[in-house]
């Protein structure tokens, strides 16, 4: 496509080879990285050259490279997910940095999300607080009753969407200065608390959640908005309202 | 071994009712002594691993990301399939029968196809009593769309994101399950090898990803859902990991592979940028209701849009050429993929490719027609007596961006083209593969107690698979079918007890494990990974790809067979074994690849027919449309692998078709 000519760059990474060693910023300079690749293709060539010369390439996550599965997970330039808005890092691509530029890139900062290898953290706190009540109870034994019974709200169906949609990437924590997990666990009860079928068991979803999310060392939520700025599906900070909302329900009903 | 596909007796609608009631079945406490094994956490796997541990087995579940929801499932787009006919159009169990079968040109079973469309309408109030937000229309009931090739609308769709939804509807029957104890989760993991013990599927060997170790892990029965094989192109839709070793490792202790060159070629995905590419991204095929495909009809135009000398919007109406509405007036932009794609490929390869890249591939889809006309439409609408152009622009484009807004930013974004002002330039690219592992009507392969479901098995699209129909599919086999028939297998099982993994058979596989994976942190070679992969890729998508011969797929089967042994000489894998490498991962995976491939274009060279995806241009019609030939083809080709792919033995099981008559697709 373009056929600008390919840029200069120089890369500050962060390498620790494995979670109780101390990692550190190397520096590495790469040339004629084309505008139209995308950041993770610029790792790729980084790592190509890294192998050739006998070093150990820069271990990152990835997997779907189009933005959908959660995997990619960086801090470039103090940014989760970089400078673009509404996009994860795969999405993002080299015509976002000028020829000349340094970039730094870091794993995601958080207690509760450790370090495995240079820009690998362990997200498998999520999963737990999934674990915890991020599901409805129903048997899948294709006896349930026709999807069309209960008619959902035009409204309330696509906000829950909207709240669905949440990737699990981890952005929110690492853009927050307490690593709250709010935005993440709130898309999750809002989701169940806008639908019908979550109705049931909804006080103990949000208290079981929220529970698992503080014994994981996630922080709590000053309420900064960090999260909702560079979370990439745009997932809305009413929904760590509606989970207070929920939350308090849940509390003085007991 | 003759190949028994133990289809029910009696009637096609009532084969699979009979059949429950007839297979054995485990009791409730029998079935707390019976360990289950799922590879694979997407939509076959997931919603697999969560029945059967709500039926009450102890399942043990493996995916190589850091967690089972990122499964690659989690990337389809545009919808699911149901025979619902909540649109009352007519819709049936039949009609999805029918529109399966003849999509797929005629190359699957019919018990099978049939089963899939019977149950497809328990998945939707199953995923919804899951809360999986399905679109819904202003009175608050389920919404479809349409999708190519068939003329109702059946397709259940949460923007476009459904595979997303459908999936974490997967994933949070998995945690319930999980909390409870009933699934142990392994993330990380990756299979690498099938333990058969007196013959029957018992366990696996997996690679802890994060530490290296070799673990060892037995059950009564192993399942395969580790999806697609397309990265065997490089470039392809599929996820950066996906792969094929989990189903190779299979065939090689004995499972056959069906159908191995039935690949799916999407029409509209982004064109190749360059040799720094990854990966390929689809633009969803409902861009076609809207998008007209044309090429310049003067091979100088063409040119001068490579150089960047011409603008496509330059260029006049009577100089383009439509070439999809030329071809097939009635059907049009609307084609069923394999034909949209051929027909591109056709146009570029004559010289008329619009994208200036190495092989010059790419044509236009272009909006602005329908632009126009929506804004006529809307202007009329909003009474507006005299619009100007550029009233008519605004209000076409709004409509244009209700509709496909986000794919036109996700377009906008990969390509830093604005598509509301000029052409989307597209190609077709590696999407999904039909063939797969061979299994029965009860979704077991030809190793006892090994099962395959999902993409990773060939069953239910036979050469050329509908949209919306592979999520319906995995969801199929994982809730519905796999539950039940893997009953009748594990009754056997009810007082064997726990499988030992300190036996010949365990030592043996791990060892086989381990010694490939020494070989290749040894190995003193100076070339990368990607390096074999590219290679491979570009054999595959030149030779193997979306038209083949014969002269062309005897040079890939040699030219892959010496890129394997290079690889094996020259390949250089950085660091150690017992840490987190992910080149060690990749590298594994093409060694996989490199085996696969041979064998892949071995099956196109014998299948001397074109049907669905495979393209023989020996095998066409005088006005060059794929012709199929019944008479000697209408088989599933089952291969046994016997130490190498050039000795695999084809075994042969034949197509029945009862209830359909078989015709030629015609969209003309
Ligand atoms: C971009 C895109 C869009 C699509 N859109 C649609 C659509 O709109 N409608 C539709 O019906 N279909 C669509 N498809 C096709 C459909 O998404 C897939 O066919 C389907 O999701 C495959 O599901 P699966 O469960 O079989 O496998 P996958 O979802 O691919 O899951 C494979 C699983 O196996 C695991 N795995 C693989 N190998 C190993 C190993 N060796 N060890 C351990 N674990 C392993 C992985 O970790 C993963 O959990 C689309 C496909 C793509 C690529
Ligand atoms: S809320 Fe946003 S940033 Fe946080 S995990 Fe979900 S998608 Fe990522
Ligand atoms: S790699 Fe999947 S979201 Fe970035």
Redesign the interface.
């Known amino acids: 496509m373009s056929t600008a000519k390919g840029m200069k760059l120089t890369l500050k990474v962060w390498r620790q080879k494995n979670a109780e060693s101390k990692g550190n910023l190397e520096t590495y300079e790469l040339e004629d990285v084309s505008p139209d690749s995308s950041f993770l293709e610029m790792l790729d060539i980084l790592n190509d050259g890294l192998i050739q010369k006998g070093e150990t390439p820069v271990e990152f996550d990835h997997d779907c490279r189009e933005g959908i599965c959660g995997s990619c997970s960086l801090y470039i330039n103090g940014e989760p997910h970089g400078p673009g808005r509404r996009i994860t890092t795969c999405q993002l691509h080299m015509r976002s940095f000028n020829d000349g530029d340094t970039i730094y890139v870091e794993p995601w900062r958080a207690k509760a999300f450790p370090v495995i290898k240079d820009l690998v953290v362990d997200r498998s706190a999520f999963d737990r607080i999934q674990h915890a009540g991020g599901y409805i109870s129903v048997n899948t034994s294709g006896n349930t009753q026709d999807a069309n019974a209960i008619p959902v709200e035009k409204e309330n169906a696509d906000q829950a969407f909207d709240a669905a949609t949440c990737i699990g990437c981890g952005a929110c924590v690492a853009a927050c200065k307490n690593a709250s997990a709010s935005l993440f666990v709130s898309a999750k009860i809002s989701q169940y608390a806008l639908l019908p079928q979550g109705q049931v068991e909804a006080k103990d979803r949000v208290q079981n959640m929220v529970k698992q999310a503080q014994e994981e060392g996630f922080g709590p939520c000053s309420n900064t908005g960090a999260c909702e700025i560079e979370c990439p599906k745009g997932i809305s900070l009413e929904n760590i309202a509606r989970m207070n909302r929920e939350y308090l329900a849940a509390s003085l009903a007991k | 071994m003759s190949l028994d596909s133990r289809i029910p007796e009696g009637p096609l609608s009532d084969k699979w009712t009979n059949h429950k009631n007839n297979i054995r079945l485990v009791n409730p406490a029998n079935k707390r002594n019976i360990d289950v094994i799922v590879v694979g956490t997407g939509l076959a796997g997931g919603?697999a691993s969560?029945?059967l541990a709500?039926l009450g087995y102890n399942v043990k579940a493996f995916c190589y990301?850091?967690?089972?929801?990122?499964a690659?499932s989690?990337?389809a787009q545009g919808g699911i399939n149901a025979a619902?006919n909540?649109q009352g159009d007519g819709d049936s169990v039949y009609r999805l029968f029918y529109d399966t079968i003849k999509g797929g040109d005629y190359r699957s079973r019919e018990a099978n196809t049939y089963r899939l469309a019977e149950?497809s309408t328990?998945i939707?109030?199953?995923?919804?009593?899951?809360?999986v937000?399905?679109?819904?229309?202003?009175?608050?009931?389920?919404d479809n769309r349409s999708f190519g090739g068939v003329l109702v609308s059946r397709t259940f769709y949460?923007?476009g994101?459904t595979g997303?939804?459908l999936l974490?509807g997967a994933?949070?029957?998995m945690?319930?399950q999980?909390?409870k104890g009933k699934i142990q989760?392994y993330?990380r993991h990756e299979m690498l090898d099938v333990v058969k013990v007196d013959g029957k599927a018992r366990g696996i060997i997996a690679r802890n990803l994060?530490t290296g170790e070799i673990e060892r892990h037995s059950a009564h029965a192993v399942v395969l859902a580790s999806g697609g094989y397309g990265n065997v192109f490089f470039l392809s839709t599929n996820?950066?990991?996906s792969n094929v070793t989990a189903a190779w490792k299979a065939h090689r202790r004995g499972a056959y592979m069906a159908n191995p060159c039935y690949t799916q070629i999407h029409p509209t995905c982004i064109p190749v940028?360059?040799t720094?590419?990854?990966?390929l991204?689809l633009m969803s095929e409902s861009l076609r209701n809207d998008g007209r495909i044309w090429v310049p009809k003067k091979k100088e135009d063409a040119e001068a849009v490579r150089a960047?000398r011409l603008k496509p919007t330059a260029i006049k109406e009577e100089d383009r050429d439509y070439y999809l509405e030329r071809r097939y007036p009635s059907f049009g932009n609307l084609v069923p993929r394999d034909v949209a794609s051929r027909a591109a490929k056709e146009r570029c390869d004559a010289g008329y490719g619009v994208?200036?890249?190495d092989t010059k591939e790419g044509v236009f889809l272009d909006f602005s027609s329908a632009i126009e006309r929506y804004g006529k439409e809307e202007a009329h609408v909003k009474g507006l007596k005299n619009p100007t152009k550029e009233d008519i622009q605004r209000l076409g484009k709004n409509v244009i961006e209700s509709k496909y807004g986000n794919l036109f930013e996700?377009y906008q974004?990969?390509?830093?083209?604005n598509p509301y002002e000029t052409p989307m330039?597209i190609y077709p690219a590696v999407h999904y593969t039909m063939g797969g592992i061979w299994v029965d009507y009860n979704l077991m392969t030809t190793v006892p107690g090994l099962y395959a479901i999902g993409e990773a098995n060939f069953s239910d699209h036979g050469a050329n698979r509908l949209g919306a129909s592979a999520l319906m599919q995995g969801l199929a086999d994982g809730?519905?079918v796999l539950p039940y028939t893997i009953g009748d297998y594990l009754a056997d099982d009810i007082r064997t007890g726990k499988i030992p993994t300190d036996t010949p058979e365990f030592e043996e596989a791990e060892r086989n494990v381990r010694d490939q994976i020494d070989r290749l942190v040894n190995n003193n070679g100076?070339k990368?990974v990607?390096y074999f992969h590219k290679k491979l890729g570009l054999i595959m998508w030149n030779k193997v790809g979306m038209a083949r011969t014969k002269e062309g797929l005897n040079e890939a089967i040699n030219e892959i067979a010496a890129l394997r042994e290079e690889f094996w000489k020259e390949v250089?894998i950085?660091?150690t074994a017992e840490?987190?490498?992910?080149?060690l991962e990749k590298a594994g995976r093409v060694a996989d690849f490199l085996e696969l491939g041979e064998l892949f274009a071995r099956d196109a060279l014998e299948r001397e027919e074109s049907c669905g995806g495979h393209f023989r241009e020996e095998y066409k019609t005088e006005e060059g449309e794929a012709l199929r030939r019944d008479d000697e083809f209408a088989y599933v080709s089952s291969w046994e692998f016997t130490g190498k792919p050039s000795e695999a033995i084809l075994h042969k099981e034949d197509l029945q078709f009862d209830n359909v008559e078989l015709k030629t697709r015609s969209y003309k």
């Open positions: 919603s969560a029945t709500e990301q850091d967690s089972p929801r990122r690659h989690i990337a619902k909540y149950v328990n939707i109030d199953q995923c919804v009593a899951q809360g937000p399905f679109a819904r229309d202003y009175g608050g009931l389920l949460a923007k994101q997303q939804q974490l994933y949070s029957a945690n319930r999980i909390a989760m993330n994060v996820a950066m990991g940028h360059g720094q590419q990854s990966k991204t960047g994208v200036d890249n996700m974004q990969i390509t830093d083209e330039k809730y519905f100076s990368t990607d250089r950085p660091g840490e987190l490498n992910q080149e």
